[in-house]
């Protein structure tokens, strides 16, 4: 095709600007400023409190040689919007109730493309919109700008297009990062107080987006191109082996993936923020995910089935998954997994000698517990119809898909194919090996979370999972959505005695602080990583993670600095969790409970022992009663926490 064709029925009997034109969104609160430039390209510019944040981005795309927007744009038509509604997802994350409010711009350009902007209070987004009648191939899209000088970053450090997305965030100067410093999104960069989290949202049928810097402070979109040809290593490893030129072929009727800078003045408003949620796309008109059910999963992987005190040998077989299963039914753990082991590798329909799963099906279905089979994707992938069937036939609820490593366009695809079919057959599906979220769980509620995080496993054979770590990721990775990072360990050492152990492993950091997780990470299919062994031996502990829910109605953010500490207040109907989590060094925080309404409450807490910055799993717990509004203390060890559920008092 020739890609001047456009719509030409409405286009030529609309004004178009053949001189420079200036347009300015503002976000509703009046606080973040969009500047759009029209002349020889079309170039963005960002503002918070009247200070430039973002300059020099001049957004494009090259369909099939053709630059678009091209040499001096013609704009043709220009829409101002100003949209205050309510959103409601049915399985809400931080909220139960998200306000969508921004206010948008749409410019209509001749050639058959729009750009669609959009600025919220805690940030900007841009997409771009093709109207053609036939496929495009879209050879690049370009994207780079420019930060202020001194500008930080957290610089999630990749090693290439073929990755499970699992970062350490490393800090940088952006004057120092180079073409050669990959990184995946979403990346975080900060300036005199202000934060700008960049990442993506609504990606279909298109290839996720990377970064590189200039050394000038300077960062650039990269996106992995078509493949061409592959070539698998194993029953996971599937390289790309040759590359199109080219990074994806699409209806030229379309949207393509938002561009998000999430800006927020204080590190609160980071985990606050709802942003990527809003710009999902909404579910397909007259769909049904009524049936999906949060919860949370006794897991078998982390702990290597480490059962004791047990008649039968420990292992891959129907007995030790009886037993997960006969204690997620004690504690009303809604879901047990079957991860690596249950199926021949290589054949998810060939199940593994000992196991009869259709068995443990019906037998955890007695007792009110779902399974949940993992599985490889290309394994998967090459009989998804009829393991879908036979999944189903059992009585399986969800699926864990695992190793994906890739987000070029066919692999995106292949996202949504299982959201699509798992959907179809009523199960969950939870994303391992994957890259970041991006709205996807607002057009598929069944997909219900996902990896894409350096995250506890990591204890089995390293030190990258630390508490500074783990007081980074809530600014950084969850901010774009839910997170299994599959807490829970009982067995808790401080950094002195901490050593990577794979089939007895050990967290770093105290067991509160394992326990604050489930309060302060988002995700509504929440793991148990730890054996139920060691959560019967370790029962008061249990029963409060086990009653933490897995979704919230409110979320407050009532302190919190990036890489070094976070208190997270969390509510479910009336009742209110508070949740804390420090890096290694010891803190003590003063929380204003001001969210509270007037009255007296019942606080059980579970805090830091005083011998906890030596034996990592001293804690103490005790109920108090307490009333409010007013302040409450909290006292963390090195790698501590602090986590308390707060009722109202009955008189």
Known sequence: MRLFYFLIAAGLLLPFHLKAKDYLVVSPDGNITLSVRVDKAVTLTVACDDREVVSGLAPAMLLEGVRMPGNRPAVMRSITTRVREMLVPLVPHKNSMVPDNYNALSLRFRGGYSMEFRVYDDGVAYRFVTAMKEEVTVENEIFAFSMPAGTQALWPLEQGFMSHNECAFIPASTDTIGSEQLASLPTLFMIDGMNILLTEADIRDYPGMWLTGDGKGGVTGLFPAYPAAVKAHNDRNVYVTEREDYIARVSGIRTY?????????????????????????????????????????????????????????????????????????????EYVILDEGWYNLGDVLVVAEGFDVEELCTYAAAKDVGIILWVVWKSFHDKIDEALAQYERWGVKGIKVDF????????????????????????????????KPDGMERQW???????????????????????????????????????????????????????????????????????????????????????????????????????????????????????????????????WYLGAMTDWDARTLEINLSFLAPGEYEMEIFSDGINADRHGEDYK???????????????????????????PAVN
């Open 621 to 647: 717990h005790m109920t108090v009663k307490k009333h409010f509004p007013g302040t409450v203390t909290l006292n963390m060890a090195p790698g501590g926490g602090w986590v308390a559920r707060i009722t």
């Open 257 to 333: 993936p938002w561009r998000v800078f999430i800006i927020t003045r204080d590190d609160a408003g980071l985990v606050e923020s709802e942003m990527i949620y809003r710009l999902g796309a909404p579910p397909a008109a007259g769909s049904d995910f009524s049936w999906v059910r949060p919860g949370k999963v006794a897991w078998d992987w982390y702990n290597a089935n480490n059962l004791f005190g047990v008649d039968f040998r420990a292992g891959l077989n129907n007995e030790t998954y009886k037993y997960y299963i006969d204690f997620a039914a004690e504690y009303g753990i």
């Open 404 to 435: 994906m490593q890739r987000d070029d366009q066919w692999m995106v695809n292949y996202y949504h194919e299982v959201a699509a079919k798992a959907a179809e057959h009523r199960m969950l599906v939870d994303f391992h090996g994957c890259y």
């Open 445 to 575: 509620p069944n997909v219900i979370t996902r990896e894409g995080v350096k995250g506890l496993e990591n204890n089995k054979w390293s030190h990258d999972c630390n508490p500074e770590h783990d007081v980074t990721l809530p600014f950084t990775r969850m901010v774009a959505g839910p997170m299994d990072y599959t807490p829970g360990a009982m067995v808790n050492m401080q950094k002195r005695d901490f050593s990577p152990v794979f089939y007895r492993p050990a967290s770093q950091g105290t067991r509160v602080h394992q326990m604050a997780m489930y309060v302060v990470y988002e995700s509504p299919l929440q793991m148990l990583a730890d054996s139920p062994s060691n959560y019967r031996r370790n029962a008061e502990c249990t029963s409060f993670i086990v009653g933490t829910p897995v979704t919230w109605d409110q979320t407050e953010v009532v302190d919190a600095a990036v890489g070094d500490y976070i208190a997270v207040a969390r509510r479910k109907v009336d009742t």
